[in-house]
C-alpha cells in the first residue's frame, strides 16, 4: 500500500499550480474501476479535485509521457516514483526532453498491486478493491469480502524492487531512501541454469502468446525512436504479425538488444503485455551481464552516464570471453 | 434438451473429438484463458473471456493467401489455403457469438471473402451462459443475453451438470452422434439457470450503459466534438485493443520471402498504428487522435450507418481489462454519449 | 482442400508494352498470358497490380473500356511498387486483380451533357479512360473541354495522344497549361485551379477533376465561384488500399470506402463526409 496519499499529491499539485510554477500537471484520472486508471494532464485545481487518482495500482510510468508533454506551454509538474526517476534521468541522458520544462516532485513508493493475481484469486467479478496498511480488501461480485495480504499481490517489479531510492527530483514530497534489495536477478538465474534446450522451449512458449499487439514497445521509456525501425514498412518486420512465427519472436529479441544497456529495468513491458509474457527477463539478463562484465551499472542512475556498451575501455572484457561464458554454462 | 455430470465432461469432449477437431477454452501457463484443440485430459476452463476472442477461428491473426513462385519474367501463382475441415468450438460467449455476426457483414457481404466463409461453414458452435458475468461485462447495452447464448448448441452450467439445447441442423446433427454421452432432461433447470442469470446482468455495475445516442448518420455529431483530444491523450498507440477485441476485423495484406518463394498473406492490422493508412502520396491520419477516434468512430457511427444500426462493440470488457492504459469504449462511450450514462 | 476462388487471389498479367511519358511516369499495357484482357471495367475503376515480394497496390485503369485488346495504366514513379514497375522490361509478368469501385457515372448523369475534364499531373490517368469512353461514344455527349496542366511541358502524360487525336476531334476543345515558362512552350503557363476561372466556362455542363488534393481544393472552390455547384462536379480519389473491397478497413472517410464506394465521388457527396482527407 502507498503512505503517499492521494490527497498530499492533489494539494502539492494545486500549490504548484496556484504558485505559477506549473502550468500542467501530469496525473492519473479516476476510471470505472479501482484499478483502470489512466494517465492524464490536469490544468486545474477543479480537474484535480474531481477526477485525480492515486491508489495501489497506480503503477503508470509517467516519465515518456514527458517527451511529448515537455513540449506545451509553461512546466508541466510530474511526480515520479523511483523506477519513473530512472527512466527520467535516462530520457534526460538521451536528449529527449526539456528538462527545463518540467517540475518533478519525488514521492516514495511502497509497491503496486497487481490486479491480474488478485483476479486470478476468484472466479468472480470484483466489485472494488481497497488498500488498507498491509491489507488489500476486495469486495467480488458473487462472493462478498475477502481479504489479502498485499505483499503476496504485489507486482513483480515490486516485489523484486531493484531500489527506493528516487534519483531526479526538483523536491521531494516524502523521504529519499537507499534502500535496495537484491532479488531481482533469481528468476535470470532460474534460466541460466537451464540447458539452451529448455532455455530455448521456456521462450518459445511464452513468446508464442505474442499477438504483435506493440504495447511493450510503445510503453518502454527506452523506446522513443522517432520512426521505430517495426514502423517501417520497407523493413519486412512491420509492426504486425507475420508468417513465419519464429521471425515473429524475433522482435522481441532485436528489442532487447536495442535497449540493453538503457533499459533501467521500470518493468512496464510486463506490466503492460495482455499475455502477461515476463518480457523483463529478456532485459533482465542483459543488465545481470553487463554487470558481470562491466561491472555493476544502472541505466539512469545519473543524468549524462555513458552506458558501458556505448563506452570503450581498455579494461573491457573480450567479445570471445563474453560469448565463450555464455557456451560453457 | 440434454445434460452431462459436469465430471463427466471429458467423456462428452471425447465424443465429440472422435467425429470432429475440437477446440474449448483452457488455462495456458501464464493463467490466461485461450482456446486450444481438446486431446484427452485437456481441462475446460470456465473463466469467462479468451485473451484472444473466438474471432480468431474464422479470422485467424495470419492466414495464407497464396504463394508465388517466380522465375525469370514469370510468375506461377499456387493456392496455399491452411482451410480446416469441420470443427466445433465449446464454451464461447454471447458476445463472441454476436461478434461473429459483425464480422459477418464484413466478410460475408459481397465480394464473400472465401476463406472466413469456408470457416463459417465448416463450425459448430456451443456457447455457454455466462453465470458469473464480471463488472467489465456490458454485453447488455448491445442488446446480447448473457442468459440466452444462442449458437448451434446452447449450454448451460450449474454445480452440477452442463444442459446442451442444439439449436441448429448442424448442432442437432453433431449432439446427435454422441447421444450416449448425454441424458436426457426438462427446460426446468435451465429456466431456473437463466432467471438467475438475468437477476446478475442488472446487478453489474455497467448495466445501464447506453450507447443509444450514437449509432447510424451520427458522424457530423460527433467527429468534431473536442473530447476527442482528452479521450486520446494518453494513447500509446499499440494495437491491443484491436487484437484482443472479437469485432475488430482491419487486416493488412503482406507478402513473405521465404527464399524459395513468396508468400502472400493477411494479418490482422490496427488502425490505432501509425502507418495503418499511411501512402507513399501521404498520411491523411497524422495524429493519435485522429486514429484513436478512427477506432471508435468505426464502432459506434460509421459501421452502424453501414449495417442498419448495428454496432460493433459486443461488451464482452476485454479492452477494459486489456488496454495498457486503461482508455476503453466504455469511457468513451461515457464521455461522449450524453448525460444518460452520467 | 479443394480450389479456394478468393478476391484477394490475383492472376497472371503480362506486360506487353512499356511508354515512357514522363521523367516519372511510364504507362504499361497488360494483358493476361494468352493475350487476352484480364477483365472488363468501367471508366474510374481501379485494378489491384503486384509483384510478389514487393507488394500491391491500387491503380486506376487509365485505358478506356472500349479498348478490347489490352488494358493500360499510367502510373507515376512515387512508392516501392511504382519504382520496381518502372525499372521493368516488356515482358515481365504481374499479378492483377479487379476491377474495383464505382466507376464516373458515364451512361447516366455524363449522358447527353457538355463534359468539363479538370487534370493535374499524373491525375489525367483515371480521367484519360473517361475521354476516350467519350470520344468512343462522342454521339452521346455534348462539347467536351479539357483543361490539363502539369509542372513542365515534360510531366505531360502521352502528350503525343493529346496532339495528334484529342486537339484533332471536332467538339472537344483542349486547354493545357503548365506551371512555370518553359523554352519551346507557347501555350499558357500558370496552375489549373487558376486557368480554370480564366477560361470561365458556362456553368450548363459535368466538371470532373482529378488531381493533387491542393489542386481538386483549388479548382472546386474555382468553380463554385463560376457558379458550378457541387453536384455537377464529380472527382476520384486516393487513399492507401490493401484488399480493394471494402473489407480491410484503411481507406475509408467516415462511412465511405474509397474502395468501393469511390473511388468516383460526386462533390456534393465528400462535403457529407469528416474533413479527414
Known amino acids: 500500500m502507498q503512505t503517499v496519499t492521494r490527497n498530499q499529491l492533489v494539494e502539492k499539485a494545486k500549490e504548484l499550480l496556484n504558485n505559477g510554477t506549473v502550468t500542467r500537471v501530469l496525473g492519473i484520472k479516476k476510471g470505472e474501476f479501482s484499478y483502470d486508471l489512466t494517465p492524464a494532464v490536469f490544468t486545474s485545481a477543479e480537474e484535480l479535485e474531481k477526477e485525480f487518482e492515486f491508489n495501489g495500482f497506480a503503477a503508470a510510468n509517467f516519465s515518456k509521457y514527458l517527451v511529448k508533454l515537455a513540449d506545451g506551454e509553461g512546466k508541466i509538474l510530474v511526480f515520479l516514483k523511483p523506477c519513473d526517476s530512472y527512466s527520467f534521468n535516462q530520457l534526460l541522458t538521451e536528449h529527449r526532453f526539456n528538462r527545463e520544462n518540467v517540475y518533478a516532485v519525488g514521492i516514495e513508493c511502497d509497491g503496486f498491486a497487481d490486479y491480474k493475481k488478485i483476479e486470478e484469486e476468484f472466479n468472480d467479478g470484483i466489485k472494488s478493491v481497497e488498500f488498507n496498511g498491509e491489507k488489500i480488501e476486495v469486495t467480488t461480485l458473487y462472493d462478498g469480502k475477502k481479504e489479502l495480504a498485499f505483499a503476496d499481490y504485489m507486482l513483480e517489479r515490486c516485489k523484486n524492487c531493484k531500489t527506493k531510492k528516487i534519483a531526479a527530483f526538483d523536491e521531494l514530497l516524502t523521504e529519499n531512501s537507499d534502500e535496495t534489495k537484491n532479488t531481482r536477478f533469481e528468476e535470470v538465474e532460474k534460466l541460466e541454469a537451464m540447458t539452451p534446450d529448455e532455455r530455448y522451449a521456456f521462450w518459445r512458449n511464452e513468446l508464442s502468446r505474442c499477438i504483435r499487439c506493440n504495447a511493450c514497445r510503445d510503453v518502454c521509456p527506452a523506446c522513443t525512436c522517432e520512426k521505430c525501425v517495426f514502423n517501417n514498412p520497407d523493413s519486412g518486420v512491420e509492426n504486425k504479425a507475420i508468417q513465419n512465427s519464429f521471425e515473429e519472436n524475433m522482435f522481441h529479441i532485436i528489442r532487447a538488444f536495442h535497449v540493453a544497456g538503457r533499459c533501467t529495468d521500470c518493468g512496464e513491458c510486463s506490466r503492460v503485455c495482455p499475455q502477461h509474457i515476463p518480457l523483463h527477463l529478456l532485459n533482465r539478463k542483459f543488465i545481470k551481464d553487463i554487470n558481470s562484465f562491466y561491472g555493476e551499472y544502472q541505466a539512469g542512475a545519473e543524468v549524462g552516464n555513458r552506458a558501458p556498451l556505448v563506452n570503450y575501455t581498455k579494461e573491457d572484457i573480450e567479445p570471445k570471453d563474453a560469448v565463450g561464458r555464455g557456451s560453457e554454462e | 434438451m440434454k445434460k452431462i455430470l459436469k465430471k463427466n465432461l471429458q467423456n462428452l469432449f471425447a465424443a465429440i473429438s472422435k467425429e470432429t477437431d475440437l477446440f474449448l477454452p483452457v488455462l495456458n501457463s501464464a493463467k490466461n484463458a485461450e482456446f486450444k484443440k481438446w486431446t484427452e485430459g485437456t481441462e475446460y476452463s470456465e473463466e469467462l473471456n479468451t485473451v484472444r476472442s473466438a474471432k480468431d477461428f474464422f479470422f485467424p491473426q495470419t492466414e495464407n493467401i497464396c504463394d508465388f513462385k517466380t522465375s525469370g519474367k514469370n510468375i506461377e501463382i499456387i493456392e496455399n489455403s491452411e482451410l480446416p475441415e469441420n470443427f466445433a468450438v465449446f464454451g464461447v460467449r454471447a458476445c463472441d457469438l454476436k461478434s461473429f455476426e459483425v464480422l459477418d457483414n464484413v466478410f460475408l457481404s459481397e465480394p464473400v471473402d472465401s476463406f472466413y466463409k469456408t470457416r463459417r461453414e465448416n463450425a459448430v458452435i456451443f456457447t455457454m451462459a455466462c453465470n458469473r458475468p464480471k463488472e467489465t461485462c456490458f454485453c447488455h447495452t448491445f442488446n446480447i443475453n448473457a442468459a440466452d447464448p444462442k449458437g448451434d448448441v446452447e449450454c448451460f452450467e450449474d454445480e452440477t451438470y452442463v444442459y446442451l439445447n442444439p439449436l441448429t441442423q448442424k448442432g442437432k446433427d453433431l449432439l446427435n452422434k454422441v447421444t450416449s454421452a448425454l441424458e436426457d432432461e426438462t427446460e426446468e433447470p435451465v429456466k431456473k439457470i437463466k432467471a438467475e442469470i438475468e437477476e446478475r446482468l442488472k446487478n453489474l455495475p455497467l448495466y445501464n450503459l447506453s450507447a443509444e445516442s450514437f449509432g447510424s448518420d451520427k458522424t457530423e455529431e460527433f467527429f468534431n466534438r473536442k473530447e476527442w483530444d482528452e479521450l486520446s491523450e494518453a494513447c500509446l498507440g499499440c494495437g491491443t485493443c484491436t487484437f484482443v477485441c472479437p469485432t475488430c476485423q482491419c487486416y493488412d495484406i503482406k507478402d513473405f520471402n521465404t527464399g524459395h518463394g513468396v508468400k502472400r498473406f493477411r494479418c490482422w492490422d490496427s488502425c490505432m498504428y501509425s502507418d495503418f493508412t499511411k501512402m507513399s502520396a501521404g498520411q491523411p491520419r497524422t495524429h493519435q487522435k485522429e486514429r484513436f477516434r478512427q477506432r471508435f468512430m468505426h464502432k459506434l457511427v460509421y459501421y452502424p450507418t453501414n449495417n442498419n444500426g448495428m454496432f460493433s462493440c459486443v461488451g464482452c470488457g476485454r479492452c477494459l481489462k486489456k488496454c495498457p492504459i486503461s482508455m476503453n469504449i466504455v469511457k468513451v462511450i461515457k464521455k461522449l454519449g450524453g448525460t444518460a450514462n452520467g | ?277
Request: hydrophobic share 35%; proline share 6%.
Open chain 3, 1 to 277: 482442400m479443394a480450389n479456394i476462388n478468393d478476391p484477394l487471389i490475383p492472376v497472371i498479367g503480362v506486360v506487353t508494352d512499356i511508354r515512357i511519358d514522363t521523367p516519372d511516369v511510364k504507362t504499361f499495357r497488360v494483358v493476361t498470358p494468352d493475350g487476352k484482357k484480364a477483365f472488363e471495367h468501367k471508366p474510374g475503376q481501379c485494378a489491384m497490380l503486384s509483384m510478389p515480394g514487393v507488394g500491391e497496390a491500387m491503380f486506376s485503369i487509365t485505358s478506356s473500356p472500349t479498348n478490347k485488346e489490352f488494358m493500360e495504366f499510367s502510373i507515376k514513379k512515387c512508392g516501392c511498387v511504382t519504382q520496381w514497375l518502372h525499372q521493368i522490361e516488356v515482358g515481365q509478368q504481374i499479378t492483377i486483380r479487379g476491377p474495383y469501385g464505382h466507376p464516373f457515372p458515364v451512361d447516366t448523369a455524363f449522358k447527353g451533357k457538355d463534359l468539363l475534364f479538370i487534370a493535374g499531373g499524373i491525375g489525367l490517368a483515371p480521367l484519360r479512360s473517361v475521354i476516350n469512353y467519350v470520344r468512343f461514344y462522342r454521339e452521346n455527349y455534348g462539347k467536351v473541354d479539357i483543361v490539363y496542366g502539369s509542372r513542365s511541358k515534360d510531366d505531360l502524360v502521352d502528350y503525343k495522344e493529346i496532339i495528334d487525336e484529342w486537339c484533332n476531334d471536332e467538339g472537344i476543345n483542349v486547354h493545357l497549361t503548365i506551371d512555370r515558362e518553359q523554352e519551346g512552350w507557347d501555350g499558357h503557363v500558370g496552375f489549373v485551379p487558376n486557368y480554370v476561372k480564366e477560361l470561365g466556362f458556362d456553368t450548363n455542363k459535368v466538371a470532373i477533376i482529378c488531381g493533387p488534393p491542393i489542386m481538386i481544393k483549388f479548382t472546386l472552390a474555382g468553380l463554385t465561384e463560376l457558379g458550378f455547384d457541387k453536384t455537377q462536379v464529380y472527382t476520384t480519389m486516393e487513399l492507401r488500399m490493401k484488399c480493394g473491397i471494402g473489407k480491410c478497413g484503411r481507406c475509408n472517410i467516415g462511412s465511405k470506402y474509397v474502395c468501393k464506394d469511390g473511388p468516383v465521388f460526386r462533390c456534393d457527396e465528400l462535403d457529407e463526409l469528416p474533413d479527414e482527407y
